[in-house]
């Protein structure tokens, strides 16, 4: 079996492996509403590791199943991880949140390399028609991170605090933070309105988790009756050429489209630094 690949990176090494962020009642919305999905930027999502294998199935003729069955064990995983391995972490959203991701982290696995390594160990065992032996792959990650975390945990929370202090500067409690739109707007005319500086959705922060990076934000005022769009499953598939809006001024919703939306008054856990960078800090 793969070692566990251990990271350095303070910010990402504790959000997703040995600190479990999403077991504590404050969870990033954007994953939550991620872990909903069955597709993400139009790729499918598996829902546990035997659907996976339905997918690999698919991907692959049966020429290179035969290669990976007479490989050892040690020698796919090892040549898959940076290459089919990566596709997976990227692909199955195991980094960013998905239902996949989330199938692992029930079983305590938070690491996305572990996840995949799970994956990949295990579809070349279900190939030859062997027990995959689940149970047993888990055990063996949970384990190592376990030892991990009683070597280093001490000291990695003091570094992670102090590391997270120094980057959170500004997103305080009471802090007006006005919305970047990230996945767009509703209308045009709110479109417009933002461009010209008519109207700005603005919010407050009422609550900061220093050490999983998390800001809590109620949202005072938004320029729509539907509130902002915190995510849209199909946003960042549109082609330049393609027309955003209908006739009429509304987002064009497609077959298969999902818009969340955050209302006013409702507040919700953002990562203060979230990839799309909702939130900005106002002057």
Partial sequence: MKSAFKFFLFPLFFLTSAFNVHSQEKINVITSIRYQLDSIDGEYIPYDIYDAFKQIDTFWPDSVKQEVKNMS??????????????????????????????????????????????????????????????????LYYKNYWEKVKKDDDAEWLVKRIEYMSKEMVGYERDRAVYYNYPYGFSTEQEEDDYDERKCEAIGKITDVDIETGLIKVKLIKSCND??????????????????????????????????????????????YDERYNYWGIAN
Avoid at 235 to 253: A, I
Wanted: proline share 1%.
């Fill in 73 to 138: 064990e040690e020698d796919f995983s090892a040549r898959a991880h940076f290459g089919f391995g990566m596709w997976m972490r990227n692909n199955w959203a195991l980094w960013h949140g998905s239902r996949f991701s989330k199938y692992f982290e029930d079983f305590g696995i938070f690491h996305p390399d572990d996840m995949s390594g799970i994956i990949l160990d295990s579809y070349c065992r279900y190939l030859r028609g062997a027990d995959i032996k689940l149970d047993e792959q888990i």
């Fill in 226 to 271: 539907r509130g902002v769009i915190i995510y849209d499953t199909h946003y960042y598939r549109f082609s330049e050429d393609e027309n955003y809006y209908d006739d009429k001024g509304e987002m064009v919703t497609k077959k298969g489209r999902k818009t969340f939306y955050m209302k006013e008054n409702e507040e919700f856990w953002f990562y």
